[in-house]
């Protein structure tokens, strides 16, 4: 069997534990889709309490969905991690109906500091 496969398959399981333990993402729908070694995969999809004054999906529920991607990778090691920095480009509005998918994917990491990239 592939070694990092069954790595995977603990890291998972880590990260199933940990959603289920923050309430915010659940308060959000913040569902986790994949994961592995630095690397996450969550979803959401878009309702109506998820809307901003312009009928789009609201930039701070775009935000919480990255960084629950970003807080699964980073711990993803077995490793307190939290972040320090974050910025984000909002190229594309979410509407009703909409699934947003975050993948959040480590770029490098030594024991002090980890830079990870997410997608939605």
Partial sequence: MDLRLMKDSGVIERMKRLVSRDLFPASLGIEFV???LGRAVVQLAVSE???????????????ALADTAFGLASNSHGLLAAGIDA??????????NDVLTATATEVSRNRKLGVYRMDV
Avoid: E, Q
């Fill in 34 to 36: 994949d994961g592995g």
């Fill in 49 to 63: 309490r998820h809307l901003n004054c312009n009928g789009s999906c609201h930039g701070g529920v775009i935000f």
């Fill in 87 to 96: 910025h984000i480009t909002y190229h594309v509005a979410g509407k009703l």
